[in-house]
């Protein structure tokens, strides 16, 4: 780790650390903070999948849908109106649609090659954003001037990586520029996500492998075709299945850093408070 200790953190002219759990467990709210505070640079990894890397596709799905109404294709082909996302680190309503969910295409869903295209161009674009960190470190510091640097990353990273591989090649080149903390939730937190998610689902990221398994499960399970699949019933069900997936793999990255407890960082109101957090985690390890 490039602190050592509670002291040797304290001291650092420069912090620098990266953040990761499932979404919702605070990430994002002590990003605010730390940034709100004037003295911390705020890297959101959703924000730029979305913006440098997803953009484009973003756009271009939404003009497809625009130009199937007459009157908008005409304005469109003659380069009188302009459609574009508008994706903010609160809001990456833009992202989560164009992912997409599979199943029945009357409500909503799409064709499961097709979503697993789409996964495959998030995959991509999220391992991008996460070695732009160190890009985006340096242009915070020589740029902007800001010494301290978070990094919000996505609640998706632990499929990105590989925990086991002491020569991974992004968690490698993270945990020698950051600090790697993992909020981790007990039970109770699991319990609150599940039933936010079931009450508004909303797409995510999976490894091809654990999504292809799932997808033949739920068909075979509800002696269901493909097309005839709830897009929103498949997607909370998975996520269930996700939660248990995913808990071994964050686990794994924790060994590469620290863990904080997420109940921690819900009390965390200051850039202060979240420095004395960490400190706390270090004189634990």
Same mark, same amino acid.
């Given at each position: 780790?490039?602190?050592?200790?509670?002291?040797?953190?304290?001291?650092?002219?420069?912090? *620098?650390?990266?953040? =990761?759990?499932?979404?919702?467990?605070?990430?994002?709210?002590?990003?605010?903070?730390?940034?709100?505070?004037?003295?911390?640079?705020?890297?959101?990894? +959703?924000?730029?999948?979305?913006?440098?890397?997803?953009?484009?596709?973003?756009?271009?799905?939404?003009?497809?849908?625009?130009?199937?109404?007459?009157?908008?294709?005409?304005?469109?082909?003659?380069?009188?109106?302009?459609?574009?996302?508008?994706?903010? =680190?609160?809001?990456?309503?833009?992202?989560?649609?164009?992912?997409?969910?599979?199943?029945?295409?009357? *409500?909503?869903?799409?064709? =499961?090659?097709?979503?697993?295209?789409?996964?495959?161009?998030?995959?991509?674009?999220?391992?991008?954003?996460?070695?732009?960190?160190?890009?985006?470190?340096?242009?915070?510091?020589?740029?902007?001037?800001?010494?301290?640097?978070?990094?919000?990353?996505?609640?998706?990273?632990?499929?990105?990586?590989?925990?086991?591989?002491?020569? #991974?090649?992004?968690?490698?080149?993270?945990?020698?520029?950051?600090?790697?903390?993992?909020?981790?939730? #007990?039970?109770?937190?699991?319990?609150?996500?599940?039933?936010?998610?079931?009450?508004?689902?909303?797409?995510?990221?999976?490894?091809?492998?654990?999504?292809?398994?799932?997808?033949?499960?739920?068909?075979?399970?509800?002696?269901?075709?493909?097309? *005839?699949? +709830?897009?929103?019933? =498949?997607?909370?069900?998975?996520?269930?299945?996700?939660?248990?997936?995913?808990?071994?793999?964050?686990?794994?990255?924790?060994?590469?850093?620290?863990?904080?407890?997420?109940?921690?960082?819900?009390?965390?109101?200051?850039?202060? +408070?979240?420095? #004395?957090?960490?400190?706390?985690?270090?004189?634990? *390890?």
């Amino acid at each position: 780790m490039i602190y050592k200790s509670a002291s040797e953190w304290r001291d650092a002219p420069q912090k *620098k650390v990266l953040l =990761f759990a499932m979404s919702g467990l605070g990430k994002t709210y002590v990003s605010n903070i730390l940034r709100d505070s004037g003295a911390w640079f705020h890297y959101s990894v +959703d924000y730029r999948i979305g913006t440098r890397y997803m953009g484009e596709h973003i756009a271009d799905n939404a003009k497809a849908e625009a130009m199937k109404v007459p009157f908008l294709r005409d304005l469109l082909l003659s380069d009188s109106i302009y459609i574009g996302s508008n994706i903010t =680190f609160d809001n990456l309503a833009p992202l989560s649609t164009y992912l997409g969910k599979p199943g029945n295409p009357d *409500k909503g869903g799409l064709a =499961f090659d097709e979503y697993m295209r789409r996964q495959s161009q998030h995959l991509i674009a999220e391992q991008a954003s996460m070695m732009d960190t160190l890009h985006f470190i340096d242009r915070a510091k020589n740029l902007y001037g800001y010494e301290n640097f978070i990094c919000d990353t996505s609640g998706s990273i632990c499929e990105v990586v590989d925990p086991s591989n002491p020569n #991974d090649p992004i968690l490698k080149a993270l945990s020698e520029n950051t600090l790697l903390v993992w909020i981790k939730g #007990d039970e109770a937190h699991t319990e609150e996500l599940c039933r936010r998610f079931d009450k508004a689902p909303k797409p995510m990221y999976y490894q091809p492998e654990f999504l292809q398994a799932r997808w033949a499960e739920y068909l075979k399970e509800n002696d269901l075709n493909a097309d *005839k699949v +709830d897009p929103d019933a =498949f997607v909370r069900w998975t996520y269930a299945k996700a939660l248990a997936h995913r808990q071994p793999r964050y686990a794994g990255m924790a060994d590469w850093g620290l863990t904080v407890p997420a109940q921690a960082i819900s009390q965390v109101t200051s850039a202060s +408070d979240f420095e #004395d957090v960490i400190a706390d985690a270090l004189e634990r *390890k």
